[in-house]
């Protein structure tokens, strides 16, 4: 791919580890400027150091994704320290798992508040800035929970069920602003630090979901891959 991405600025929500992590490690070496975030500051500031050994332009803030300030915050960052934003990618997310019945209220809102709420009020900011610019692209991590409801997943379901349709009528509301959109749907991914034995070899890796970021920014404008579902190629066996 070389330096496809020299000149770009990309924002990686949740970019302290796992997917999010090998999402910013590929945008750095396709030659982008990138931005993370994470809820604790002592966690980005240890990603940052770690990524900026690869070499580019890396920073990162602490910000809750679910906190509509925090979001403003962090996109007022970029524009003074960056200089704008070309791409948007929304990883972060949490998954609490129980039934509707034991599910407490604020379990359901952290759920919806991170897993929605928070693309909204990230994409509510970057659209702006990406139509002065003449353009973006948004990319929302979602899961194949999104189209594959599970017992005990009804938060996270409904957080990726609707993740995917905000992302495709996102993309209708739009598409002639020159911004495009499009959803990876990951299966099971082994998101372990690479520190800790794995045990899960069957699992796709972060890395795997990262290239599938940068395919969907080698397609011409022309042309928009708007969903990607993603699943190892041989699950473990029940």
């Known amino acids: 791919m070389g330096k496809l991405l020299e000149g770009k600025c990309a924002l990686v929500t949740g970019g302290t580890r796992g997917i999010g992590r090998a999402v910013a490690e590929a945008l750095l070496r396709a ?12 966690s980005v ?3 940052v150091a770690e990524l900026g050994a690869i070499g580019g332009k890396v920073a990162g803030w602490p ?4 906190n509509p300030a925090d979001v403003a915050s962090l ?3 970029i524009d003074d320290q960056l200089g704008g934003l070309d791409i948007l990618i929304n990883n972060a997310g949490l998954g609490v798992f129980a039934s509707v019945a034991d599910m407490s209220v604020e379990d359901w809102r952290r759920t919806i ?6 693309v909204f009020y990230c994409c509510h900011e970057a659209i702006p800035r990406f139509r002065k610019r003449g353009g973006g692209f948004v990319i929302n ?27 495709e009528a996102m993309m209708l509301d739009h598409r002639y602003d020159n911004v495009r959109a499009a959803v990876i749907m990951p299966g ?15 699992k796709s890796a972060p890395e795997d979901i990262a290239e599938a970021v940068l395919d969907l920014l080698r397609m011409p404008e022309r042309s928009l891959v708007s969903r990607i579902e993603i699943r190892p190629s041989k699950p473990k066996k029940g």
């Open 113 to 118: 508040g991170t897993n929605l709420d928070g």
């Open 45 to 47: 500031n240890r990603a």
């Open 75 to 77: 996109f007022r960052h």
């Open 31 to 42: 030659g982008a400027s990138v931005a993370i975030c994470g809820r604790s500051g002592d």
């Open 141 to 167: 991590i979602s899961s194949l929970a999104g189209r594959n409801p599970f017992a005990g997943g009804a938060a996270y379901n409904a957080s990726k069920f609707g993740l995917n349709g905000f992302t």
């Open 188 to 202: 099971s991914v082994d998101t372990r630090f690479s520190s800790q034995p794995s045990g899960a070899d069957w």
């Open 63 to 66: 910000a809750d994704v679910s």
